[in-house]
């Protein structure tokens, strides 16, 4: 039987990764994502047609017609202490994350978008409001990502370096991308490593070019609630991904990214497997850095004829 071409990529590096190590000999880099959507949120209060439940315990019903202000609250909680939470073990161990920031959650909370940008975080550009892009029209799309950026600029005094939104890309999403300045995007999970995407792309536009650093949902506390009930269960996950990458006998470095967001990870129980893993990661040699600054490091070591991402507020 005939297979239907595709434009998929289902080889990747293979079995052979290229040979080279992270900054400081590392062989694994860590990337810290701070999701910033609280208040960007679906919402009635925001004139929304409903409720976002969003990852939280609260219970609401299948078609509601007003608003739910204990849901409301749950997702406050992140911008009101789980961040600062969240800042002060950033601090504590001397990290720095990419931030995943909503425009509507920043314009909101100027306190926020100041610390990201005094504690030497990432911004990076998470959509106007914590939205769904899935089969949005190039040109409505292409304004919606604009006016995010712009006002993500803003809010910090700094343009967000990359993009990701909450429900992946549409078949225009990364030339737009491209032509609108990012030097990234992470709308992906298929690697452990940067790459530049394949199989979405126009043939022959810009952004064939653009770097892709993938993602990852199984070490991100969105699953905490289910299925890592405790802190403990989340920072054993953590430390036991960390782990298999520093000793899987597989050629050259590797990529670990977790997700925080603060109405989840910024609970004091909770709070304490961040701190946990951090501790661990340090112990162990994995490279701290920024989104921007691991791609930065996999473009000169791997692809000296590709031109360096670079960026006006990037090193």
């Known amino acids: 039987m005939s297979v239907p071409s595709t434009t998929r990529d289902f080889v990747g590096y293979g079995e052979h990764p290229s040979e080279f190590r992270w900054p400081g000999g590392a062989r694994v880099a860590l990337s810290l994502v701070i999701n910033v959507e609280d208040g960007a949120e679906r919402s009635i209060a925001r004139g929304g047609p409903a409720d976002d439940l969003g990852a939280h315990w609260i219970k609401h ?29 950033l601090r504590r161990h001397d990290v720095r ?17 100041a610390a990201l940008v005094r504690d030497g975080h990432e911004i990076a550009d998470h959509g106007y ?25 803003r809010s910090t005094g700094v343009p967000p370096t990359s993009w990701y939104s909450r429900d992946g890309l549409n078949p ?59 802190a403990t269960a989340f920072a054993r996950q953590l430390c036991g991904t960390l782990d298999m990458m520093l000793t899987d006998n597989r050629p050259g470095p590797s990529v670990m990214s977790v997700g925080l967001h603060p ?40 692809s000296p004829k590709r031109r360096r991402a670079t960026h006006p507020n990037q090193g």
Do not use: M
């Not at 009101?80 to 800042?87: K, S």
């Not at 030097?183 to 979405?200: C, K, R, V």
């Open 61 to 89: 019903p299948a078609h509601p017609t007003a608003r739910n202000l204990t849901l409301e609250s749950a997702f406050e909680y992140g911008s009101r202490a789980g961040i600062w939470r969240v800042l002060r073990t």
């Open 97 to 113: 994350a990419t931030a995943f920031c909503c425009a509507t959650a920043l314009e909101q909370n100027a306190q926020i978008a």
């Open 129 to 153: 409001n914590w939205d769904t892009h899935a089969g949005l029209a190039p040109e409505e799309e292409r304004a919606l990502i604009t006016a995010s950026r712009d006002s993500i600029a």
């Open 172 to 230: 225009d999403t990364r030339d737009i991308l491209a032509a609108t300045g990012f030097i990234y995007e992470s709308n992906s999970f298929n690697d452990d490593l940067p790459h530049f995407g394949t199989g979405i792309d126009n043939a022959g536009k810009d952004g064939a070019g653009l770097p892709v650093l993938p993602y990852a949902g199984d070490t991100n506390d969105s699953g905490l609630f289910r299925q890592f009930p405790t």
């Open 263 to 302: 109405r989840l990870i910024g609970r004091p129980a909770y709070a304490a497997a961040l701190d946990t893993f951090l501790s661990h990661a340090g112990k162990n040699s994995a490279w701290i850095a920024t989104r921007s600054q691991i791609v930065e490091a996999w473009l000169l070591n791997t």
